[in-house]
């Protein structure tokens, strides 16, 4: 399971599952000295790949250190500033995506966007999971995924995210939990990640993904929330027209990403401003 630790203020994560070091939470107070540093630790564990999240005015000294842009989210910080997602390839054979996922994906792209959905059939119930939901949360995250890039198997983890401001939803069917999603909420910057779906094989084609997504989105817009995004896998088709149906707009591939269901798999970037 890939680690995560504070250089300075910035929070970045890292390790051999994802082969790759990913600045998550980025500090200006770290620049630029962050750059030397993620270098360091790519080339001290011969990871193949970093991936960057940062504002933008801070973008040329990263090209300067070979990085290149992957995808961007506009209006990200406080609805005033873009993030961009760059990315340092340390191995020419990462950069080269899957030409069938990437086919089926442009054909989706090209699609005609679905009619609004009808209302959640009452025979669901949907709310705020809690810390008493976390046991039932785990064993649906483990029939879904075999592996996951963070360790959602683990109560304790789903705990402390609670407690650090990711709220996560559940959809349940006599009061059985089939469905999951997360909203990793981001109060100082108005922005929300929206992650972590998670729907039983015996309950998909049902359209729950999608309630689940506007029901984070407008709690959170009451809140006063100005951005979401997601990273979706590229072999996800359902999931990528999930957020296409739902005015997300595409802006970039990251090629050969993130480590889930048991091998490294490139990401979608969609977005949403409100």
């Not at 790519?42 to 992957?70: C, D, H, M």
């Not at 959809?171 to 990793?184: C, M, N, Q, W, Y």
């Amino acid at each position: 399971m890939d680690k995560i630790e504070l250089i300075g203020k910035s929070k970045v994560q890292h390790g051999h599952s994802s082969n790759r070091v990913y600045l998550m939470d980025f500090h200006p107070s770290d620049f630029p000295q962050i750059i030397e540093e993620m270098e360091n630790i790519a080339n001290n564990n011969g990871y193949t790949k970093i991936f960057a999240k940062i504002p933008s005015r801070f973008a040329p000294q990263f090209f300067l250190a070979e990085y290149v842009t992957e995808a961007i989210v506009p209006r990200f910080f406080n609805g005033l500033e873009d993030a961009l997602f760059l990315v340092k390839y340390k191995d020419s054979n990462r950069r080269k995506p899957n030409l069938l996922e990437m086919n089926s994906f442009q054909e989706l792209l090209l699609s005609q966007i679905n009619a609004p959905i009808m209302d959640l059939d009452r025979k669901y119930q949907l709310r705020q999971l809690n810390q008493s939901d976390t046991k039932e949360m785990t064993e649906v995250f483990s029939q879904v995924f075999k592996t996951y890039p963070f360790p959602i198997f683990d109560t304790k983890f789903l705990k402390q995210e609670m407690k650090q401001g990711t709220r996560y939803f559940g959809v349940f069917l006599e009061d059985k939990l089939v469905g999951i999603s997360s909203a990793e909420c981001n109060n100082r910057l108005k922005n929300a990640e929206m992650t972590d779906f998670a729907i039983l094989p015996s309950q998909r084609g049902k359209k729950l993904a999608t309630y689940l997504l506007l029901t984070m989105e407008k709690q959170l817009i009451d809140e006063g929330f100005k951005s979401f995004y997601t990273i979706a896998r590229l072999k996800s088709l359902s999931m990528n027209k999930t957020f296409m149906n739902n005015g997300y707009s595409y802006t970039g591939t990251l090629i050969n990403n993130t480590q889930i269901n048991g091998q490294i798999e490139s990401m979608n970037v969609w977005y949403k401003t409100v």
